[in-house]
């Protein structure tokens, strides 16, 4: 049971600190750095075998956007409150965690702190999300104490608003797909729905995680 554990918690980890980073309110008067554009940083000739054009592009490329600022939103302190089940047929159990995010590099990214509980251990970890300019993505890089690699992952909106976010789970019972979703309910509030791969069903809903913006 410890693989599947250390599985659902890494990716519910990961999906819950998402949606605090996306969600779409105002961290009121907190003071955070704001995206800087990266126009005029470049001074004097171009370096060899780079014209105008692709002067520029680079730093269209490098330039923090609105997604970046929806991302940057997500800076403060969060509740969090996890579902879990090991199976399609387990009952759901509840526990309860922490986030603390603020923004790094200018607000390119958004660094998120995440303390909780599972199975008695405490765990914690740590997620770099930002967006991908060259892709139109939202990425994710998340780690934490229960393993020594990072768990990536990809998103884009889809039709309902919501960030699609899918990438590759990794534990000792090996590497399957894993999906979730973040909604959006409110300023203060988002759902994340978390989906694993488990044999031979496929996928199924293992997690939902609820994050409220600490008052």
Request: net charge negative.
């Amino acid at each position: 049971m410890l693989h599947r554990s250390r599985s659902f918690l890494a990716t519910a980890a990961l999906a819950a600190l998402t949606a605090c980073a996306t969600t779409n309110a105002s961290t009121g008067s907190e003071s955070r750095p704001q995206p800087q554009s990266q126009e005029g940083a470049a001074t004097g000739e171009l370096p060899p075998g780079m014209d105008a054009a692709m002067m520029a592009e680079m730093m269209r490329l490098a330039t923090p956007g609105p997604e970046h600022a929806e991302l940057i939103k997500g800076a403060g302190e969060w509740e969090l409150t996890y579902r879990m089940r090991m199976a399609p047929d387990a009952p759901w159990t509840e526990s309860k965690g922490t986030m603390s995010a603020r923004p790094l590099l200018d607000g390119r990214y958004l660094l998120e702190e995440h303390t909780s509980e599972v199975m008695g251990m405490p765990m914690k970890g740590l997620n770099i999300v930002g967006f991908d300019n060259s892709t139109g993505e939202f990425t994710s890089m998340w780690a934490d104490n229960f393993s020594t690699w990072w768990l990536t992952s990809r998103g884009k909106h889809n039709a309902d608003g919501d960030i699609d976010f899918r990438g590759t789970m990794k534990d000792v019972a090996g590497e399957r797909p894993f999906r979730m979703l973040v909604h959006n309910v409110s300023d203060d509030e988002s759902v994340v729905h978390m989906f694993d791969t488990i044999p031979p069903q496929g996928e199924v809903e293992t997690m939902q995680i609820t994050c409220r913006r600490k008052k």
